[in-house]
């Protein structure tokens, strides 16, 4: 079974400076999709990014990019010039691209905090 | 609509209630997605429907738990004799048939057992 983990329980970042946040990742699959999404108080769980494993280019969306590591199984998400929107808890998850349908897998979540 | 609807957003009921939890999804979504949240924690899957095809039910964690979907759109997630570890935010997801682009999201509800 696939297995999601994020090792850094709580990260904090001054404002306008660049944070990564890790996660690393389980399956002896060789085509899967990696999401980071974000969940601010709100509760609403919002899509960050997503990387498609068969694309070796690293994906980037405005101030976010991730380092996609296939080898090591590594999928880190790099926040450059931190606002104060972006404190929020960040999840790294995984899909099978075959297969448990669309069923994502989560990790346990980082806690940003942005210090400003 | 334009968004995942979930109600009610917040709920407090006695423990051995019974609790059904409602999940709207977007039109056109033909895939249905309860996740729970608890306290500090991930998000645990718990159940999910694609079209006409037969649930998986792998993530329900008793049978106290069972979802239906109808018409292939609103979904009730009903947890019978609620226990207080049921406490949690449960959240709701749709998709196109292969989420691909990832899932939108509900806000959820915070379900609370005292």
């Known amino acids: 079974a696939q297995t999601v983990t994020q090792s850094q329980p709580e990260m904090s970042v001054q404002e306008a400076e660049t944070v990564t946040l890790s996660c690393t990742y389980d399956?002896?699959?060789?085509?899967?999709?990696l999401f980071w999404y974000k969940q601010p108080p709100s509760r609403q769980m919002i899509l960050v990014i997503r990387?498609?494993?068969?694309?070796?280019q690293n994906a980037t969306e405005n101030r976010f990019s991730v380092n996609f590591q296939k080898a090591a199984k590594s999928f880190s998400l790099k926040i450059s010039d931190s606002q104060l929107g972006d404190a929020a808890m960040y999840f790294c998850?995984?899909?099978?691209?075959?297969?448990?349908?669309?069923?994502?897998?989560f990790g346990q979540g980082t806690e940003l905090s942005v210090k400003p | 609509g334009a968004g995942v609807s979930q109600s009610p957003s917040n709920k407090v009921t006695e423990k051995g209630k019974d609790v059904e939890l409602r999940c709207d999804p977007i039109?056109?979504?033909?895939?249905l997605y309860w996740y729970r949240q608890s306290l500090g924690q991930g998000l645990e899957f718990l159940i999910y429907?694609?079209?006409?095809?037969?649930?998986?039910k792998s993530g329900l964690p008793s049978d106290r738990f069972s979802a239906e979907r109808t018409g292939g759109s609103v979904s009730t997630l009903t947890i019978q004799r609620t226990q207080q570890e049921d406490s949690a935010v449960y959240l709701c997801?749709?998709?196109?048939?292969?989420?691909?682009?990832?899932?939108?999201f509900g806000s959820g509800t915070r379900l609370t057992v005292v």
């Open positions: 039109s056109g979504h033909t895939a």
């Open positions: 399956t002896s699959e060789s085509d899967y999709y």
């Open positions: 990387q498609e494993a068969y694309k070796q």
């Open positions: 998850a995984y899909r099978s691209y075959l297969n448990q349908g669309g069923k994502l897998i």
């Open positions: 997801a749709s998709s196109e048939t292969r989420a691909n682009y990832g899932y939108t």
């Open positions: 429907f694609q079209g006409n095809s037969a649930p998986d």
